[in-house]
Nanobody
Framework: QVQVVESGGGLVQAGGSLRLSCAAS????????MGWFRQAPGKEREFVAT????????YYANDVKGRFTISRDNANNTVYLQMYSLKPEDTAVYYC???????????????????WGQGTQVTVSS
């Protein structure tokens, strides 16, 4: 069965950085797009970043563009989210998801993804 497991969350001060990792198993990793979403208390889950199968195409939400970087290592079935210049409003549970590949239209909605991790908490203190 497919498993998606995030790691790397934690508590960081505003302006700091964190790197989230997500390992997926159960099907050929390089055939699928990967995405990161987040959900803050009382808010809906929102798109953060996505990367296509090859890693050549990436897309970010406007409020993380220039601060976050998504990347993938197909040899190790892992996707990363490097987060810099963190703000208190970045505080949320971050979810990794695996879904249908994309080429020109980035996968920014949850419905484009088949499998999800359990989430990892990121807390940014002011």
């Amino acid at each position: 069965q497919v498993q998606v497991v995030e790691s790397g969350g934690g508590l960081v001060q505003a302006g700091g950085s964190l790197r989230l990792s997500c390992a997926a198993s159960g099907r050929t990793f390089s055939n699928y797009a990967m995405g990161w979403f987040r959900q803050a208390p009382g808010k809906e889950r929102e798109f953060v970043a996505t990367i296509n199968w090859s890693g050549r195409n990436v897309y970010y939400a406007n409020d993380v563009k220039g601060r976050f970087t998504i990347s993938r290592d197909n040899a190790n079935n892992t996707v990363y989210l490097q987060m810099y210049s963190l703000k208190p409003e970045d505080t949320a549970v971050y979810y990794c998801a695996q879904g249908r590949n994309w080429y020109t239209a980035p996968a920014v909605t949850p419905s484009r993804y088949d499998y999800w991790g359990q989430g990892t908490q990121v807390t940014v203190s002011s």
